[in-house]
């Protein structure tokens, strides 16, 4: 019966959805059908591995563009040849082994969930976080009403998942015609809300475009709802920032260049962005002089020897005084921590630095134990 | 009058036909745009001078020359010799995505014979430009096929082949920064006495590549490149490294919301565990890229020994010879500078010529 309704998905989504199945009749009941979800950590009471590992879910109408942003965001292609996605036609999920191991499901826009031979407990069952794209270039009523028989119907059965839309491509919008498409959306799913009578819904929005540094923030935002340990971070990056004097202090992950945490001082987007870039210049800078050494004798074993510690390091300052500065430290393979700091000089402060991010770098081994990685 | 004495000027010529794409790698080279910026740019009408500086005493007047029919005309009739006269390079500019191959070589010839006549020693750089057009498997035949050609119109209108240099171009990726950066060396007066320098402190710093790159432009001026290093897989490494620096600069400029012409870091310092980058201030107008083998004790003898020799170098940006004596006078007698800097301008594009 189970390999039955499997029939239609994709080997990789089989597996998965074979994984949800077993599972799910060990899982732990919900302890009263009208509970309050917690939103925070997006801990469900339903999922096998709850809390652990985030799972997120695209779904929006057709051409809305979800594999755009999947691909974009998880497997760095590059904006412009998203133009040569085709249709997606069944789930899609795919992985992201990070530090965190992310799993994406991709709905194909043109299906209708609610149709009982859907299996809702195996596609909704497990996920931490549901992303609704609007194509905001496009006419958007219809999705809004898709969105909201959604959000209405996941608040009686998983109330635990956070709801995110994303106002997609808004890079070709005025910036009047954006703000105002914005407020009208989010008034507009708002309003239906209140009305089905889902007061306080987990709903949150957001301005995307795959062609600048907006989708990276958003995704980080949402995938930050869903890392219960988000406030040992957060205070960790707090007490490194105010013993070291640092403005801005961001937690990134390298292959997505999703920030994971950041201190609590208010972030804005040109600091994510330069952070962004900067890891850019290291990456490329790093596999430009990182080549395989190996093939010369001897020179190279001993040379790796020697230094031992891989993780990277590295410092730009600059020359007019009243600028900041950057910092950026490997902190695994997958973590890297960057800093923006103030204005005093950097040779001052860098045994002060060097010692406080070595104590930080021991807290996240112990935040993130190495099997979880 | 002293003023432009002092400073050695250099009369580039760039020429193409319109939409060709003078203007756009003129704006990206030297006016901090980025390959997405230059969909802004219109067609440029008649000539447009930039006078730019260079590495302190190297004043580069790129005349970059309108490609419409009409513009062309007036330079090969009535401003014929206004333009063609004491031309140091001309940079000539192909579509390769043309459908006019014949229009655009007979434009050509009529251009380079007007440039025969007038300046018949300069040095002609042939850029193929827009390659991004062409698929990959048939880009380095079409580049032949074209550099074939070119090359027999040069011989026709008598230039020697030695006078002639191909390059293939794009705004969007690095063959940019690798042909101007030909150009540049070839325009830079005293490029060996600077390889010595450089060959030296390599020597003394025992570092595996150092990069000597102009500040405003990120282009390479010149390298050297030790021992191991030679084997280094990345063969166009250092025009990716003038576009990874262009694009921090504009990173930069960005979120201090400075010009990206304004933007400039004291140092950038990156360590892992398999080499260990540098890049700092070596004079007023040139930044040097040390990478050294993954020592701290070294790395950090270096960052020093480097700060030191900025001594050495800085007389290279404004005068060769009298060097010496232009640093033991320091500011205090700008007239008697000046006068020295003079006879020097003379001096030393003799000098140039036993260096070479």
Not at chain 1, 81 to 101: G, P, V
Not at chain 1, 146 to 165: G, V
Not at chain 1, 348 to 355: G, R
Not at chain 2, 144 to 165: L, M, N, P, Y
Request: proline share 3%; aromatic share 10%.
């Amino acid at each position: 019966m189970v390999s039955r309704k499997l029939d239609g998905f994709t080997p990789a989504s089989q597996l998965t959805l074979m994984r949800y199945l077993q599972g799910l009749h060990e899982a732990e009941p919900p302890s009263s059908p009208n509970s309050q979800a917690r939103y925070h950590t997006g801990r469900l009471p339903n999922g096998r591995h709850a809390g652990s590992k985030p799972r997120l879910m695209l779904m929006g109408q057709k051409r809305s563009g979800k594999s755009s942003i999947s691909s974009v965001v998880f497997h760095k292609m590059p904006p412009s040849e998203t133009l040569y996605l085709e249709t997606t036609t069944a789930i899609q999920s795919r992985s992201l082994h990070s530090f965190m191991d992310f799993q994406v499901a991709e709905l194909p826009g043109h299906l209708d969930y609610f149709n009982p031979e859907f299996d809702q407990a195996s596609i909704f069952g497990d996920i931490g976080a549901l992303i609704w794209v609007i194509d905001a270039q496009d006419e958007y009523l219809d999705a809004i009403n898709q969105l909201n028989n959604t959000i209405i119907y996941l608040s009686t059965t998983y109330p635990a998942i956070n709801i995110e839309i994303f106002v997609h491509k808004v890079d070709g919008l005025s910036e009047d015609y954006k703000n105002d498409t914005f407020r009208d959306i989010i008034q507009r799913v708002q309003d239906e809300l209140s009305d089905a009578g889902y007061e306080n819904p987990p709903v949150s929005f957001y301005q995307t475009s795959i062609y600048n540094h907006t989708i990276f923030e958003a995704i980080s935002k949402v995938i930050q709802k869903l890392i219960p340990q988000l406030p040992a971070l957060e205070s960790l990056l707090n007490s490194l920032c105010s013993s070291c004097r640092i403005e801005k202090a961001f937690l990134f992950d390298i292959p997505s260049k999703i920030y994971v945490a950041t201190d609590t001082s208010p972030t804005d987007t040109s600091s994510y962005e330069v952070c962004s870039d900067y890891i850019d210049v290291i990456v490329d800078l790093e596999e430009i002089y990182g080549w395989d050494r190996s093939v010369e004798n001897g020179y190279s074993m001993e040379e790796r020897d020697e230094t031992g510690n891989g993780d990277s390091e590295s410092l730009v300052t600059m020359e007019k005084k009243g600028h900041n500065y950057l910092y950026l430290k490997e902190i695994n393979r997958y973590l890297a921590l960057i800093c923006l700091m103030g204005e005093d000089s950097p040779a001052e402060k860098k045994v002060l630095i060097d010692y406080n991010v070595g104590v930080f770098q021991e807290a996240i081994e112990k935040i993130f134990p190495r099997n979880d990685r | 009058m002293e003023r432009s004495k002092r400073q050695k000027q250099r009369k580039v010529l760039l020429m193409g036909r319109s939409g060709a794409g003078k203007s756009s790698m003129r704006s990206i080279i030297f006016s901090n745009y980025v390959a997405k910026d230059v969909r802004r740019l219109g067609a440029t009408v008649d000539v447009e001078h930039s006078n730019i500086r260079f590495m302190g005493n190297l004043m580069l007047n790129l005349w970059d020359c309108g490609g419409q029919d009409s513009f062309v005309e007036s330079y090969l009739s009535n401003q014929r010799s206004h333009v063609f006269t004491s031309v140091a390079v001309m940079i000539f500019v192909f579509d390769i995505s043309s459908r006019e191959a014949a229009a655009d070589l007979l434009s050509f010839a009529s251009t380079i014979r007007a440039l025969y006549e007038f300046s018949p020693g300069s040095k002609i750089f042939v850029l193929i430009h827009k390659m991004d057009l062409v698929p990959a498997d048939q880009k380095a035949r079409v580049f032949q096929q074209k550099a074939i050609d070119v090359r027999t119109t040069c011989e026709d209108e008598g230039f020697q082949s030695q006078q002639v240099d191909f390059w293939a171009t794009s705004i969007w990726d690095q063959s940019l920064y690798k042909a101007w950066t030909q150009v540049i060396y070839f325009l830079v007066p005293n490029a060996s006495a600077i390889e010595d320098m450089l060959r030296r402190l390599a020597d003394l710093l025992d570092a595996r590549e150092l990069i000597l790159y102009e500040r405003t432009t990120c282009l390479v001026v010149t390298h050297i490149t030790r021992d191991a290093e030679q084997r280094n897989p990345y063969n166009d490494r250092f025009e990716r490294i003038s576009s990874i620096l262009k694009t921090h600069k504009h990173s930069m400029a960005k979120h201090t919301g400075t010009m990206a012409s304004e933007v400039s870091f004291a140092e950038l310092q990156i360590k892992t565990g398999d080499f260990m980058f540098f890049i700092t201030r070596l004079t007023e107008n040139t930044n040097l890229a040390v990478v050294m083998p993954s020592d701290e004790a070294s790395f950090n003898a270096a960052r020093v020994n480097v700060q030191l020799a900025r001594r050495e170098f800085s007389h290279l940006d404004i005068v060769e010879k009298r060097g010496k004596d232009v640093q033991r006078q320091g500011k205090d007698g700008p007239a008697l500078e000046e006068v020295r800097m003079a006879d020097d301008g003379e001096a030393s594009s003799s000098g140039r010529a036993s260096d070479r």
